[in-house]
T-cell receptor, first 111, second 115 residues
């Protein structure tokens, strides 16, 4: 069945470090892929998305490229800030409009 | 501004009591969803509704009930049959016309604690 496998955390980085959070997926058909971010005590906010192979989603300095050949959608940021500390969820949306989430990766950025 | 409103933000319930969590959206979205979030376990789907007066069980529906009498509203009742109800509950919605472009829109969540 459809599923998302996400890098386990927690991840702790110093400010201005490079971030990668791995995400791979299993799906039939042509899913859309998303990264959501959850700040403490809040709901999920859409961070970026890609709807077809080779699309690159980007927002707030974060990027992820939809790689069909490796079934991956890794999240990257060149220089993290303390304000990026949050939990990040990779998600897959099937053609039937069902959203499957990874387990989430907690990122802590220290000054 | 359009969005999803969940209330209350914090809720305390005594064991054996039913409690209802509110979710309202003014986005004119067709589909609505309820998820449960536990520490370290990501999100699990409880119930979803694609249209008014219709809803389907998700992966962990036991001990929960929902209704969808209006497009804007999708309340979740946590019944006394739910063995471990303490969790963070998230409501989400989506339009059928997004063609996968937008994913879901989430509310800010309700934290339920059984005391």
């Amino acid at each position: 069945g459809d599923s998302v496998t996400q890098m386990e955390g927690p991840v702790t980085l110093s400010e201005e470090a490079f971030l990668t959070i791995n995400c791979t997926y299993t799906a039939t058909g042509y899913p859309s892929l998303f990264w959501y971010v959850q700040y403490p005590g809040e709901g999920l906010q859409l961070l970026l998305k890609a709807t077809k192979a080779d699309d690159k989603g980007s927002n707030k300095g974060f990027e992820a490229t939809y790689r069909k050949e490796t079934t991956s959608f890794h999240l990257e940021k060149g220089s993290v800030q303390v304000s990026d500390s949050a939990v990040y969820f990779c998600a897959l949306l099937t053609g039937a409009n069902n959203l499957f989430f990874g387990t989430g990766t907690r990122l802590t950025v220290i000054p | 501004d359009g969005g999803i409103t969940q209330s209350p933000k914090y809720l305390f319930r005594k064991e054996g009591q039913n409690v209802t969590l509110s979710c309202e959206q003014n986005l004119n979205h067709d589909a609505m969803y309820w998820y449960r979030q536990d520490p370290g376990q990501g999100l699990r789907l409880i119930y979803y509704s694609q249209i008014v007066n219709d809803f389907q069980k998700g992966d962990i529906a036991e001990g929960y009930s929902v209704s969808r009498e209006k497009k804007e509203s999708f309340p979740l009742t946590v019944t006394s049959a739910q063995k471990n109800p303490t969790a963070f509950y998230l409501c989400a919605s989506q339009t059928h016309h997004s063609q996968g472009r937008y994913g879901y829109t989430f509310g800010s969540g309700t934290r339920l604690t059984v005391v």
